[in-house]
């Protein structure tokens, strides 16, 4: 396991759960993400875990739900209309503080959806399709090492504060082939507090949502917003690559931030004074990056395969203290590095901007 | 010789158990009502109860115990 | 700098593999890597194409409009992927299957290369490496890696169960080398 | 004599907590809890019994049997409760169902739990209504029954003709047990505790999906007195569902 | 029909829909809002209509799918688990592009939730909580009159833009009686040009979400959008109220904004220069409203029953111009007039701010 | 004698378009394709006829069939089809749809409308697989059935059993009607398409739904040629699928 | 002004009826009302309660934590709901069924009236109106509307197959007013 | 006498066609594609054709047409 490996990135996301600690997976076919189930159904019992194909995304998220509230660590994959139809169960999740990994391949949507890849699920993942108030995790990698790393990071979020967490992909991410140095693997977890198990020796456990008597339920929102407001201070991770002194930031996550980092680095070649901020974490959102690069900066360039989702969280973190434009891939269009950096130039001006205060 | 101790609160005065007492044991008392507003079966102690136990069975409320 | 070919034709000419292969020899060689296949809808009707980038960069684009070369193993993949090139681009058609003129190709500073693929792995004892032949034939053509790195790797690249097929490959990457050096 | 002198021969079952049930009077789910903590005191399961409850008026399970649960989503128990036992194959995974819940919204979990071969047991309370939302038609409601959203009856063209949930299940080759009993005397209770342990049995001896439909009243949203609701029960319910084992390992 | 009458909120709306022209309900059961399908069971029939009780809330927005690609005015109801469920229905129906309305009665959320008043759904609503690049016209009713006029209002739009629609209310507008007013009743639209129905003397047409030739579904993310921005243009619905020098505006919608309504009318009593801005569409959100009201007064007080969901919007509107505060009743509780009114004092100081320019 | 002078007696039915079916070689979707245009013809009913697609292979027949189509959700064709149907009772609506679609995730809609009695025609292809999304398991894998996602092959017990839908739907009380025909013959393509008109008759006729299940082969992910895929539809299928009409009005 | 109710008690005692009239006479007389029932699992268990607000001004909230009355038909009703009057409240308890000692109430200033409904109803020749007793000896002791008024707007209340109940109803609202008018 | 026209284009080669042909009467020409890269069935005119349909009836890609 020391040699890098050339691996499909959905393969890397499925083996980087199991060396996690993940045994079980529960899922219903859907392109571009079957690889993940594929590769499981044979590598998940060959550990002696166990893979179910489910009849249907629903069933699918509720057989994690009940593996989650054993205290396993589950995981489900799909793509944009099967993730629409787990809304519910993750919903259920969050609102019964249960871990798990759902892996969203995305789709361009709405509707059945072209399998291009796309970035047009930002804000269900990262404001909750589902109803009620709460986040999930999301994780948005952008190689093949990274499907692998996040996924691991992803279950450790998710059982460090007792959510479910999201890797949000594309076809891109889903279906290249790269480079991949695997870890080492960890053992499942064992024996959480709150698991179910049979009330042997202790006392009856109960995993659920709902909380009846007056004012509970708003503690208990109260305690989800705790818990979102945690992530937001501990977990963040973000990508920041400025110059010192810097004339537009470009704002880019996923497999859309690697186009935007060629043609950054070009602009940089071309003596452009340009940077990257590429969250990682989509939520909790690095709000406290974007906002001080932007701030230095003046300038935002915001970049997404969709029609403008993560442009609102860019937009909540500058607040209005920095001039924020947008290029927008929506349906299946994938930007080219000639493209972004035909953008870039047009914001700083071809020989960049005049420093008046500089040397 | 049987005899059936009442969980007033847990009645709820559906009858279930005076239909089901073959010597009309129970009955249900219209002057009293448990804190939920239920009139509750009460015990007659001066029939003669087989301690079958049939009422207990059919109470959906688990209201009653029986004894022999 | 940063190579990239778009390797196309009918699904089971084994163009997907080609590619894998070529990726996998670049990740061996210290090389930044990436390899994307086409995939579902666009594989009903027989097409498949993949695109291979190699660098000694980070990667962006793992797919692209332009790309340096293009291997078409088929007319329609020819159709489809040849009019991608941008100028000074190398497109090398199998031309056991493609029987198109010359000459409408070639524009634009295109350089055009036809490898016999069939008959250059019948040669190599084994009609089913028309895809290696072209791939030896783009590695001589190209110098992207060089053949003998190739070669060795062919054994890494192979599971464990396919390994006896490692000299057949290795005789029709060379073919394709030999075609293109007899040119 | 005393009560103190004699010997308690029926008392609340040890895995069924103090609690007040929060049901209707006359209304059987209590009935079904009970035979549920005796057929769960029967073979010493609580320890090891995982509830998973589905949403109707059986939803508060958790406050009255002794036992791990989960809620589950409207419907889905049998996939919570396929997730909790294949993770942990040592445990007693029992759902608690409506007729709404299972047969309507979790048509399919059911039938491919089912057809699984999930070693899990569900205990169905088919009570011919949506008793918890307040009396809406069911897919078992009868024919000609009103309903909040039948007034005029349900038609079975267009509404649904009542879906006979043990028979279906029972034609299913991953099915163990599948047996219909009624809740509203004392031998048809007696009935049903006998069945309920088979519906345990299938799953202690791994055999498969075992279901128990309990044939059950909702005076409330029948619009009835208790005594009302069983004697339709008897005269009306009986006759769309027939009592029966349909399936025996 | 010239007298009010007394009226359930979901009555009113149910009968709203019917005198739009609505003839299709299809829905499946869930508190708080079983009134519209219990009354529109017997009330459908008797004006030709059909009603379904579904066996699913996936069944009934695929219903209602199939009634609105015949170009009917159809309609379902649901309170959040069951609208989650319906995530992949809504994303199909924007991009297939089929008028529809959906009427969510909130539960407090996440999971199975409580049935208290509550607003937790916004982000759902507002954000398309399916798959894809695609927004919902979302109205937020606040009275029984409202929950009537707006139902009509929801097809009207629905039909115009084709698009879908929904009405967010909670358990107060779905179980309060008020007096309503009832309108003349419309008929049902005829005869749509996109609408299926059997290809008689022309050619067949096509209901459809995906475009797979090379770059259709891009045009097609693009034309969606542009109907976003018509709706931003022409359709926005807020009630403002604000007097000319203000220190002070309080956003509020749906059941909250009355009680925030009390609140402000008392202040003003108390001789605080308070104003109220209610965003009756949350889509298209009133966003130059918001933006012009909060930066004359330069305070903006947000009270949700939620963790803060609009106040995203909100903070999007002022870009940074005006100071926001936020004020929280999330998992079912319900703000008194008495504590927003403290609320503004406190912010606005008890006797108000001092206008340093005033005269 | 030139073609010019002969009679045609087999061509391209009126309703099918001259678009080139995109499906693989030797896959029977396409003759589904022709059956239905057929049938369509038979009745005259192009300018009635909704068709409701479901996901799978068969998503583009709007390319191919000149009716009026519409989209479907996967698996809820049928929801689709009661919306289209009862808002506009004179159309005359056909869903098409694949046993992933069908028999997975759309288990609930199918045994709804059915049991409702919904005025509809469901002509299901059964390939025993997950075509479009590449071979993953269908409910209908056979058992020991090498797939995608059952490296090892089917395993019921875990896996679940093939579902045999013809059965299942005609013992629904809406059923009017329900057979199953397979596509690998001209003899069973002739009683392939008589079952086909039965299953619209009962449309025709309000007397239910209709449901025609067609064994097909999709030699692509059975990984084989159109030959072998023929032989196996033939000795394998058939013993699991038994053809024959279960349900006729 | 806004006058704030809360009724409450086992569900079967009429308690939503009674606020419903109350709204609907209110709506008669030009008034602004709300009426908000319990609802959904709360009903479970047998307990109903609803509020009525009636104001000649916009109502805000349908429901207060500090109404300035509470009608009380049973004693679960009078322990939840009794404890949330404000100082000088008014506290309406049906005597008939609640046996609770009268010293109890009362404290902060609020009022206590206790209303034998049953016999009010039976006196009135038909038991099951005890709500609308209690109804009239609120409207007598509040006078938030008149009880001719009410009495009026009976028939506009009832859906046709139910006014032969209107003559009941008006007596039993009138055996109410009269019980206080005698205290 | 039948005669037999192939769509070329949209034939792909499953060969259904010529198993059924009891006369042989079709052939896949293994020399030529068509633009999907497929050998097309060939009808050949030197043998004797019955009309009877059977290859056109099985043919999946609606390939064939009948003359007689
Ligand atoms: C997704 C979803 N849809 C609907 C509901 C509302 N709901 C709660 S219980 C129930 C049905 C209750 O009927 P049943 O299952 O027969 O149980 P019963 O109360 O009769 O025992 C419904 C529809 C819900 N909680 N979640
Ligand atoms: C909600 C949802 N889940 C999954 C998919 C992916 N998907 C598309 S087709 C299909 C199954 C295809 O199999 P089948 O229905 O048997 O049709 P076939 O292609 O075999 O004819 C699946 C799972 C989808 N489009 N939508
Ligand atoms: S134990 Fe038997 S006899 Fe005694 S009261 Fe109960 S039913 Fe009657
Ligand atoms: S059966 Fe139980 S609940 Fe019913 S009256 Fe008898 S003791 Fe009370
Ligand atoms: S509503 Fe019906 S099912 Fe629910 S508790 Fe009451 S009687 Fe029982
Ligand atoms: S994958 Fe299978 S079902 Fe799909 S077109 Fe190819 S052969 Fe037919
Ligand atoms: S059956 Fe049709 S597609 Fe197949 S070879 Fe013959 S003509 Fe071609
Ligand atoms: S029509 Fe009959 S005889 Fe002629 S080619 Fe076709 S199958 Fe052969
Ligand atoms: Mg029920
Ligand atoms: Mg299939």
Known sequence: MTEKQLLKGSVALAQGAIDAGCRYYFGYPITPQNDIPEYLSAALPAVGGVFIQAESELASINMVLGAAASGKMAMTSSSGPGISLMQEGLSYLAGSELPAVVVNITRSGPGLGGIAPTQGDYMQATRGGGHGDYRLIVLAPNSAQEMYDLAGEAFRLAFKYRNPAMILGDAILGQMKEPVMLREALSPPQNSPWALSGAKDRQPRLVKSLYLKDGEMTVHNLKLLDKYKALQEKEVKVEIDCPTRCDLIVVAFGSCSRIARTAVDRACLQGLKVGLVRPISLFPFPEKAVREEAQKAGRVLVVEMNTGQMLEDVKLACNGNSEVYFKSYPGGAVPTPEEIEKEIEVIVGKGGLRHVNSS | ?68 | MEYSVVMSGFGGQGVLMMGELLAHCGMKAGLNVTWMPSYGVEMRGGAANCTVVLSENQIGAPITGTPKAVIAMSEPALDKFGSRLPENGLLMINSSLVCKDNSTYGQNGIKTVFIPTRELAEESGNEKMANLAMLGAFLAQTGVLELERVKKEVRSFLPPHKSNLAEGIEKALLKGKEYIDSL | MSIAAKKRVFASPASLTDNKFHFCPGCHHGLVHRLAAETIDYYDLSSKAIGVIGVGCGVFLYDYLAIDCCESPHGRAPAVATGIKRSNPDSFVVTYQGDGDLAAIGTSEIIHAANRQESITIIFVNNSVYGMTGGQMAPTTLPGQKTTTTPAGRQPVGDGYPINVAELISTLKGTAFAARVACHSHTHIRTARKAMRRAFQAQIEKRGLGLIELLSACPTNWRMTPQQSVRRLEAEMINTFPLGTYKDF
Chains 1, 5 share one sequence.
């Open chain 2, 1 to 68: 010789m049987g005899r059936v101790a009442v969980k007033e609160e847990r009645c709820k005065g559906c009858g279930y158990c005076l239909e089901v007492c073959k010597e009309g044991n129970l009955y249900l008392d219209s002057t009293r009502r448990n804190r939920s507003g239920y009139s509750v079966a009460t015990f007659s102690e001066d029939k003669v109860c087989s301690g079958c136990a049939l009422c207990a069975e059919i109470c959906p409320d688990v209201a009653l115990e029986v004894y022999r």
